[in-house]
């Protein structure tokens, strides 16, 4: 499926880019920007489904809500 991108922010020769896809293959953005010449510095889930993930640290976990839980599942 297609990604959506968005330019954020740019400083010097850095980049920051919002990228949405709908369906995630492993290292799905770290092989595009390869290809494309460029590296990426960092990656941040910001949502996963319809559950937004509010500043949850890296190798952190919550439960999820009940309505969370139906929206994955539908």
């Not at 889930?45 to 509010?54: C, P, V």
């Amino acid at each position: 499926m297609p990604a959506r991108i968005e330019v954020l922010d740019r400083v010097n020769r850095n980049t920051l880019l919002k990228v949405i896809i709908k369906e995630i293959r492993n290292r799905q953005i770290r092989k595009k920007a390869t290809l494309l010449g460029h590296k990426v510095q960092d990656l941040q889930r910001i949502s996963f489904s319809n559950t937004n993930l509010n500043g949850l640290q890296e190798g952190k976990w919550r439960k999820l809500k009940t309505k969370e839980c139906i929206s994955i599942i539908n």
